[in-house]
DNA sequence: TCCTCCCGCCAATGC
DNA sequence: GCATTGGCGGGAGGA
């Protein structure tokens, strides 16, 4: 508007050899000099005279002026009372002020860069923690944030979109956003990555790759018939959102935009990142694969211009993010834009494997509990087959109402209700989960896709040995409390405490989801340095050989945690298990707490529950997240409670997990840390919660005490003969994690000439890579070898990458 | 000159 | 009918 007032003002016959860019200074220079009195012919335009607008320099001043000069009525009155009282003086002091006051004013004005997007999602980033230990006060207003960041909604809602394509925030209602962190990160990765390997996303790189280096890519129709040929070949050339069970859109407009939103274009950008080795994307060849999907037919040079602003967009909240980060590619033609994924490494798809096993393998109420594939693939390929067409209602409808159906009968026979405190269902219902702890682990053991969940059971229990001395005797193993069956999401039953007290724990259904599903995420996760250093420090060897290899200066040898983790998951590194979880449990009632980021010196009891925590996102039972999602959100969980989810995690399948102070602690404060684990209180829990001392908690460290994983997993390996009987396994699988890069090609492996001229990017998540799973049930001679692991000489495994290399011509990586 | 990407129009959708 | 979302592309700042 301003430029067209200006332009609109120069074009006034002596003012037409006006050719100053149409900058604000320039064109105020313009609007003041035509206050001139004497208008002489405009020969430095820069340089004003005198007469000037009496008013001090305020932010309105432009304003005035140009409404000023937008009305000549208003200029000549303006120019009248100029010269009525003009003293020549005055009028030069008022135009010193006014020039020292503009470059006051411009100096003022934030540069371009300071309005950067990437900046901008910077500030958004630093109002929230990377792991949010519950929803409470992780809404987010946009109207608030855009105020608060003093920017306008639009750009907002470009890194929200952004963010929403990770699954770091999620829309609850209008203006309103849940922010969850990098909690789903890890998850929402691994989905990524399995929909660019299905979506041969690296074969489609590799074409534009071969195909530029054959000839200059241009737009002509042949060469786009060509393209178009050989995207249709690939088995996915459209897909829409890919949604993380529970995290669906809700509204329609994001539905029926979807296809072309900027949440679609960053999740297929960051697939490109995830299938491409090196892990090195250029704008241009991004651009045009994402173009390719979507109309190959008019591949014009606007289109992949905005594609490339789009792009420039996405990459700015992805570098704020350290997901990525900007380099250069130097070929043959040319130096190039491009990015480098610098974010956790994300495996293989081991699990994506097993879950087409488990669906086939399994019977059905074990496959039906599983990490549904169905469900991944309703997500992921809703559109599959189609064209650009959003998924119709009516199959959301079905779909929803088979999931239902679905997980009513799931929950029917053993699934407990939402057991409050101090209720008689929590007993009744325990036993008939315990009752199947057995078949249910053997169920899962027979398949080899189901092992990993039958230990994600055990998981949680192993590694807290400070935790749960609870005299619990009745609880052999709690662990496999978490019914597999159930995607580790239904509700755990556990006996009274010795207190007497039942109490109802949510487990975050992500939590079990993650593991259950998408068992590497959780091994991503940072281990406490009491059970695990060795591991930790082999971690960081294969960290720092990765790094260096890029030319990593940072000092991960030296500090090799460091290299593991970033400001959110400082936690584990130099705390005993038992401090851990203290502070855990700290966390948890900070929850309740108004602001984030308080010191947590104080106030140590961690059950002082006198607060509401809820899930920090979304529900992962793949059935029934849809209705915690789609319940919504009242305004009353502003206030700190999720009633709704109440309801919610109600389902069977949401699972409340009532258990005794000990139990939480075991569940909760998992060596492994899979996760910041939310945990949830139910009202009525929460009433019937019991104060217990920090000492109760301490002392609840229990080295009598059997450790129910490993008991149960014992039982569970020997019982299907993976194990001689008198074999017996550590409880903690996390304690025979071997690194594995999932990249070993990266960058020595390859056959490619790539230089990588950059700082190497230590991965936010730290890398530990497989889990003792798969070592020991890859025993020599063993049923279960995981065909895709290698051991290599020196002990550690490696996952054959498996990708697709083409010899590639030279390229260097350069950074800016 | 080209790379980046801010900026804000305005259409689609929501409420 | 107003508000919210967000696709989109002009064009400015910076290298």
Redesign the pocket.
Known sequence: ?G?QKRENHSSEPHRSILKT????AAASHSVLTELQPDCQPLATPTKPKESFPVDPWTPTSNLKMLISAASPEIRSREQRRELSNNPSEVLQAKHCLQVHCKDEYEKSQP???E????LLCHKFLARYPDYPSTAENNYIC??EVAEELNV???RI?DI??VLESLHMVSRL???RYAWHGRHNLSKTLQALKKVGEENKYTQQIQMIKKREHEHEFDFDGEKNEEMARSFGSSEHSEMSFVELPGMEFR????N??KD???RVMSQKFVMLFLVSTPQIVS?EVAAKILIGEDQLEDLDK??FK?K??RL??I??VLSSLELIKKVHVTEERGRK?AFKWTGPEVLPNIQGTKLETTSVTCPPPISEFTPSKEQCSKNLFPLKGKQNFTRHPSLIKLVKSIENDRRKIQSAPTSPVKISASTDQNLSAFPSEMAQVPAIAKHQLEGQSNFISSLVVLKPEAPCPAAGSQPQQALPQPPALCPPSHGSVSPVILPQTHSGVSYAIYLHPSQAHTVTTYSPSFMLQPLPRASVTGIKSISAKVINKITTEEGDNQTATDEPTKSLTTKERPTIKSETPSQRCLKRSQALQENNLPKRYRSDKENLDPWLVSSTFFPSGYLIPLAQCTHGNKAGFSDEEKAGICSLQHTTYSSPIAGVIPMTASELKAVNIPAFHITPLNIMLSPTSIAAAPVLSTSSLNSSNNSSAPNPSSSVLNFTLQHVGLIPAGVQVPANPVLQHVPISSQPENSSHSSENVNLQEKPCVPKEPQVPQTATENFFRTPGGPNTVPSLSANSDGTNRISPGTLYIPQRKLEVSED
């Open positions: 508007e430029n860019p149409l900058k604000q540069s371009r860069k309005k950067s997007l990437g946009l109207d306008e909604r639009r809602y929200v979109n209602a209008k203006n509204a329609a407009s994001v029926s935009r072309k939103s900027l704008l606007s289109k905005t490339i602003r420039y967009d990459a700015n834009p």
